[in-house]
């Protein structure tokens, strides 16, 4: 079992920064790929950014791509996501999630693990 507990969401003006971070517990996450996936009211969850397991390649939504930026950190068996020029479109609540290896990377389907989300809002 992995538990994840993420943080770092809050209210900001358009343009600004946040960082999100998520801890896990339970497990290493250098096991697993790591995703962020966020869902606003009334829309589906969607992919917003993940890192593979040990080698670290990541991948991005289009709506995200140069904007955000996903690491890890093993040692502190934790992931980040740093948001930069945030838009009203990005408000939702953010989750992140632990996947198996051997799945699609993308695809929520694919994560077993998630934390409860923390809520981002991004005013106009």
């Known amino acids: 079992q992995v538990q994840l507990v993420e943080s770092g969401g809050g209210l900001v003006q358009a343009g600004a920064s946040l960082r999100l971070s998520c801890a896990a517990s339970?497990?290493?996450?250098?096991?697993?790929?790591m995703g962020w996936f966020r869902q606003a009211p009334g829309k589906e969850r969607e992919f917003v950014a993940a890192i593979r397991w040990g080698g670290g390649s990541t991948y991005y939504a289009d709506s995200v791509k140069g904007r955000f930026t996903i690491t890890r950190d093993n040692a502190k068996n934790t992931v980040y996501l740093q948001m930069n020029s945030l838009k009203p479109e990005d408000t939702a609540v953010y989750s992140c999630a632990a996947a198996h290896p051997s799945r699609v990377i993308a695809t929520p389907a694919s994560y077993d693990y998630w934390g409860q989300g923390t809520q981002v809002t991004v005013s106009s």
């Open positions: 339970g497990r290493t996450i250098s096991s697993y790929h």
